[in-house]
């Protein structure tokens, strides 16, 4: 069997043994088989990039099909999924005190690896729906894990906006199917390239892309993202904003835009305004946050608005723009929600007005912190600033000039909000209530560190990352 296929196979069956009665011993070395999984993937995908990327597509079985590819763009997020996920799992194993609620919080870890792993390797759109799906109902699950109102809140905004997505995502597929006569990528982009200017094809596409916004909390669509982030235990917000959201919504938009519907005109003009209108609202909402996670969550819909708009330059720079971005703001943004959650932890709140001065008293974090914030305002060397600077080059040269002077003076309000909440919460004198606090567990911040290692290693060593991981994504345009 190949090895893509057991990316899918190995935890899903894992999660199958680990909740069967007899599953108990399984339950208890779970932690122990997602980090070695993670670990091993991370190693495969870096190593044997090259046996996992031989262009073959296989299927499963003669009736039931779900055929696997991995090309460059597969491979880059199937290096960032498991990443994210260990940092998940630390976080999770730290902070939750029950011992069957880390049980069922790494099943459901496991069983969002399998949807994610096999989301960015399927060659048909159906079965990106099933996959999109099994991801959905583990996020909706995870928010709601401690089943309080503000978690409940949290995971029914997200269900009712997913439900929505659905829909539409359902009804183009049917319109696909009709034109195609299947669901595979190869047919309906023939389909759709045969078929003229056919009305029913451009509304599918449309309200298509529409569910994918929904997905990837793009402005004005995002009116599920802050109380997820926020209300979700600290490991879930982690998982969210790393990577579920860009796998989810972000990376089945690259991928659908550039396989199977291609660029057009009016397609750039679309994903331009969204991207440019999803940078802004989200910048401006951040600022005037009061709690850590909701600032970190509008900062997040901000920055995939950049991801979106270097996708809609259309051109091979602006895709490689976007999946750098896309790459870098896994990394740091999960990094952040890291430091935030050792802030609760220590502190016991995350209101930034009580906060101040706990980078005396928590170096570790503060440190972190600093690295994360700055990647993600665009301040050199750091890994933010290259791709930033990427896609600001790809829409100087695609002629978009405006939007590229919006990407320059966004990220100066990134800067400003970013600097607020350091002086808010790491900065100047101590409070009195927080003389005693130590420095969270080395579980906590350990997440933290390697991802501002990452972060710092991707920056010094940008053009050895641009060219092995990014500039290569540029051939899915064929």
């Given at each position: 069997m190949p090895v893509s296929f057991l990316l899918v196979l190995v935890p899903l069956l894992c999660v199958i043994f680990a909740n069967m009665p007899l599953g108990k011993a399984v339950k208890k070395l779970l932690f122990y088989f997602v980090l070695l999984f993670s670990l091993a993937q991370v190693y495969l995908v870096v190593c044997y990039k090259d046996l996992l990327t031989n262009g073959t597509i296989y299927s499963l079985t003669p009736v039931f099909k779900v055929s696997l590819a991995i090309d460059s763009l597969s491979l880059l997020l199937l290096l960032t999924i498991p990443i994210i996920t260990v940092c998940a799992l630390f976080i999770g194993w730290f902070t939750i005190k029950d011992e069957v609620q880390k049980y069922d919080f790494t099943s459901m870890l496991l069983m969002s690896l399998t949807g994610m792993n096999g989301l960015v390797m399927v060659n048909d759109i159906f079965s990106?729906?099933?996959?999109?799906?099994?991801?959905?109902?583990?996020?909706?699950?995870?928010?709601?894990?401690?089943?309080?109102?503000?978690?409940?809140?949290?995971?029914?905004?997200?269900?009712?906006?997913?439900?929505?997505?659905?829909?539409?995502?359902?009804?183009?597929?049917?319109?696909?199917?009709?034109?195609?006569?299947?669901?595979?990528?190869?047919?309906?982009?023939?389909?759709?390239?045969?078929?003229?200017?056919?009305?029913?094809?451009?509304?599918?596409?449309?309200?298509?892309?529409?569910g994918l916004l929904i997905k990837g909390g793009i402005a004005p669509f995002h009116g599920w993202v802050a109380d997820?982030?926020?209300?979700?235990?600290?490991?879930?917000?982690?998982?969210?904003?790393?990577?579920?959201?860009?796998?989810?919504?972000?990376?089945?938009?690259?991928?659908?835009?550039?396989?199977?519907?291609?660029?057009?005109?009016?397609?750039?003009?679309?994903?331009?305004?969204?991207?440019?209108?999803?940078?802004?609202?989200?910048?401006?909402?951040?600022?005037?946050?009061?709690?850590?996670?909701r600032m970190l969550a509008y900062s997040s819909i901000s920055q995939m608005g950049y991801i979106v708009l270097s996708l809609g330059t259309g051109t091979a720079l602006g895709i490689a723009g976007a999946v750098f971005h896309l790459f870098n703001h896994a990394i740091f943004k999960a990094g952040l929600f890291a430091n935030s959650a050792a802030v609760e932890e220590a502190a016991g709140t995350r209101d930034m007005d009580k906060l101040g001065g706990l980078s005396s008293k928590m170096p570790v974090t503060g440190f972190t912190s600093l690295v994360s914030s700055l990647?993600?305002?665009?301040?050199?060397?750091?890994?933010g600033f290259w791709s930033k600077l990427v896609i600001i080059i790809a829409l100087w040269s695609s002629?978009?000039?405006?939007?590229a002077i919006i990407a320059v003076l966004a990220s100066l309000l990134t800067l400003a909000y970013f600097l607020s909440m350091q002086r808010r919460v790491f900065f100047g004198k101590l409070k009195e209530e927080y003389k005693d606090i130590k420095e969270?567990?080395?579980?906590?911040?350990?997440?933290?560190?390697?991802?501002?290692?990452?972060?710092?290693?991707?920056?010094?060593?940008?053009?050895?990352?641009?060219?092995?991981?990014?500039?290569?994504?540029?051939?899915?345009l064929g």
């Open positions: 990106m729906y099933v996959f999109l799906e099994i991801v959905a109902i583990s996020s909706f699950i995870l928010i709601a894990f401690y089943t309080d109102i503000g978690s409940l809140e949290g995971a029914f905004k997200y269900i009712i906006l997913s439900a929505v997505a659905t829909i539409l995502m359902l009804t183009a597929i049917a319109v696909f199917f009709t034109a195609a006569g299947d669901t595979s990528f190869v047919s309906i982009s023939n389909a759709i390239k045969g078929s003229g200017r056919n009305t029913f094809l451009i509304a599918a596409m449309s309200i298509f892309v529409g997820a982030y926020s209300s979700a235990p600290a490991a879930v917000s982690v998982l969210l904003a790393g990577i579920i959201t860009k796998v989810a919504g972000i990376y089945t938009l690259i991928r659908i835009v550039t396989t199977v519907f291609g660029f057009t005109p009016q397609l750039e003009m679309i994903l331009l305004f969204f991207g440019a209108f999803s940078i802004i609202l989200g910048a401006l909402i951040a600022m005037v946050q009061k709690d850590m996670k990647s993600t305002a665009g301040i050199p060397p750091l890994s002629g978009h000039f405006v939007y969270a567990r080395f579980g906590v911040i350990f997440p933290a560190i390697m991802l501002s290692l990452i972060t710092i290693g991707v920056g010094i060593f940008f053009f050895y990352v641009l060219d092995t991981f990014m500039l290569p994504v540029k051939s899915i």
